[in-house]
């Protein structure tokens, strides 16, 4: 019975020590990052039979276990990556709202500054200085252009950067993640059964910074290690091998940067961004194809705008010289990127040309060849098919596509983008202030010996370039008895009699469009032609001027101004959006830290209670420890 006393007291020395240096290290581990508070696993030992019943013999340390909760682990790992995500979205998206909302470095002010240089112009046509400040103003409209475009580039070039260090950190976690559970397989396998709960714990708070870099899903193997996967399942993290990720070329398009897995043979296979959703490199990628590739074009839509609306109506006027208006602008025209990947076959290119600047989208398009000479395209914006098994050429969506040369091999693809690298290509065409079109190049007139009350209008051109060849021709227009009907005389009238005759309506030949009004007699005359003294002329340039609010974009619904403050309203009113949701996902990656720092966080207050509880029970053993040293002694004394 003394022995029985005395194993006892041991065994429940040895448990109160193994609480005692259990609560310790959670004491000690109580700021560790990752850590999990970890307790001790008692059980009794097998009791002893006598004729009296059954007698305890004391107990023993089960294990160690870790205090864990995988639902409430995954719901803080869910949460975290959504907000690095957030986070990393805003860093960039703040830098397109300042600088589209500066007035100093965004495009609203210099539009309204060109715009007064034309005004100026059409108040003093004949003004060589007000020309000339409407060059300059011109000028000064590309080169903002230039430069938003520029920031935005180099904003683009920054997200690049980012994306390769963000993919060095995750084959940084990824290596060391594969470590990691080699320890543990050995740990583990050198005590069967038993967890390797530091260790663990080290390899949660890994995944957990891995997390924070891109969303993972990981998946426990029987051996002990944790498969750690991307993406759409793609393994980065297999027991004791690690496959990192790439940051490379785009085959697609040279001028970005795309994300690949590394294969276990070497080389990579690109990853689709949407599938690469959660975290730091998350944010970065949907930044890049939500906001900034949107904001680009949406800004090269409205440089090709005003370039191709004012040129039109530039080419519809009379410089200082009389000569016909040429292009105002440098007109951007859209590109269409040959992807130097293998998979490309044949040799076609592809051929794009603006066919309506009011028609464009804001988004890039991939034309695929489907063999046979049959194309489709597809929007990338929003993945809708916008023609299939059709053959070029096509006119869609206000640009034209074309085979310029060669044959596609069926799977060619053709990455075309209408309006990128449009604000970059904008330039003023003109040189000389007398080359500005402000006069109309038609003029109109009565007829001396016109007896009746009848009037005629300055008349206007009629679009689009290119003008009618017989546009300055001389045409009489000489009104019958009884003047209801008028004859036309000139080339390229065809010269027609009798034409029925309404006051105040439109007659319309060679490219013009006239009106007149009030009560011809009949044998009045009235002519148009040339416009031989126009220097002070203005129609052309009011009519220039009336671009300004006039809608020519975005299907004829938005003007240079109004589609520029939708860029702005929109790039701020998702800088906004993605700021709020911040702050509610701070809310809930709080609630679920505390949820789970509940459960697996270290409570000193506790702590300090089980540390009296240990020692108390040490104490209680060694006592009984004592006493069974006592009756030994006892026993032996009865011998002698």
């Known amino acids: 019975m003394g022995s029985n006393v005395f194993n006892i007291g041991v065994s429940g020395l040895a448990a109160a020590q193994a609480g005692l240096l259990t609560t310790g290290h959670n004491i000690s581990n109580a700021s ?67 600088l589209l909302a500066d007035s100093s470095a965004g495009l609203s002010t210099a539009l309204n500054d060109f715009f ?90 890994l995944v957990a910074q891995l997390n924070q870099q891109v969303r993972v899903t990981t ?77 680009q074009n949406a800004l090269g839509r409205i440089a090709i705008g005003v370039a191709e609306t ?68 597809t929007r990338l914006s929003d993945n809708a098919t916008i023609f299939a098994a059709a053959a070029l050429p096509q006119t869609v969506e206000g640009m034209t596509l074309s085979l310029a040369a060669g044959a596609a091999n069926a799977g060619d693809s053709f990455l075309i983008q209408p309006t990128r690298t449009a604000a970059s290509d904008i330039a003023v065409a003109l040189t000389d202030a007398r080359s500005i079109a402000a006069a109309a190049p038609i003029r109109t007139a009565a007829g001396n010996g016109n007896t009746g009350a009848g009037a005629i209008g300055a008349g206007s051109v009629i679009g689009p370039p290119p003008v009618n060849a017989n546009l300055t021709q001389t045409v009489t227009i000489t009104f019958d008895n009884p003047p209801t009907t008028f004859d036309v005389n000139g080339t390229g009238t065809g010269n027609p009699a009798n034409v029925a005759f309404t006051a105040g309506g439109d007659i319309t030949y060679n490219g013009w469009t006239v009106k007149i009004s009030g009560t011809p007699a009949a044998g009045d005359v009235f002519t148009i032609s040339a416009n031989s003294a126009g220097v002070s002329d203005n129609r052309n340039a009011l009519l220039l001027a009336g671009l300004q609010t006039g809608k020519t974009l975005a299907g004829g619904s938005a003007s240079y101004q109004s589609a520029y403050a939708q860029i702005v309203s929109d790039v701020g009113n998702k800088t906004r959006e993605v700021e709020v949701t911040i702050t509610a996902q701070e809310s809930v990656l709080k609630q679920a830290q505390d949820a789970q720092q509940s459960l697996s966080g270290v409570n000193l207050d506790e702590e300090a209670a089980n540390l009296l509880r240990y020692q108390q029970a040490y104490q209680a053993s060694g006592k009984m420890i004592e006493i069974a040293s006592k009756l030994f002694d006892t026993l032996l004394g009865l011998g002698r």
């Open 310 to 377: 004012f040129n039109a109506q530039h080419r519809l006027g009379q410089d200082l010289t009389g000569a016909l208006g040429g292009n105002f602008f440098t007109a951007p025209a859209p590109q269409v990127v040959y992807p130097n990947n293998p998979l490309n076959g044949g040799t076609a290119a592809i051929g794009v040309a603006v066919a309506s600047a009011s028609n464009l989208t804001t988004s890039d398009y991939r034309l695929t060849a489907n063999g046979g000479g049959n194309y489709t395209l």
């Open 219 to 295: 998946l426990a193997e029987s051996d002990g290690s944790l498969s750690v996967f991307v993406g759409n399942g793609q393994a980065v993290v297999i027991g004791v091998q690690s496959y990192g990720l790439a940051a490379t070329q785009s085959g697609e398009d040279a001028s970005r940067m795309t994300i690949g897995i590394t294969l276990p043979g070497g080389g990579t296979a690109a990853l689709p961004e949407a599938m690469l959703s959660g975290g730091t490199l998350g944010g970065l990628l949907a930044f890049r194809r939500e906001s900034l590739d949107a904001a």
């Open 116 to 205: 007064r240089g034309v005004h100026e112009v059409a108040a003093t046509p004949s003004s060589i200085p007000a020309r000339q400040s409407m060059l300059s103003m011109a000028q000064a409209l590309t080169g903002r252009f230039q430069g938003v475009d520029s920031r935005l580039n180099e904003i683009r070039d920054g997200v690049d950067t980012q994306l390769a260090s963000t993919v060095a950190d995750i084959n940084s976690y990824a290596t060391q993640l594969a470590e990691l559970n080699r320890r543990i397989i050995l740990a583990e396998a050198a005590g069967p059964g038993q967890p390797a709960n530091d260790l663990l714990d080290q390899r949660d708070q």
């Open 32 to 98: 560790t990052p990752g850590f999990n508070r970890q307790q001790t696993v008692q059980s009794t030992n097998t009791p002893q039979f006598t004729g009296a019943g059954y007698f305890g013999q004391g107990t023993n340390v089960v294990t160690v276990k870790r205090i864990y909760n995988e639902f409430l682990a995954t719901q803080s790992l869910t949460a975290q990556t959504r907000l690095s995500e957030l986070n990393a979205y805003a860093d960039q998206i703040r830098q397109i709202d300042g």
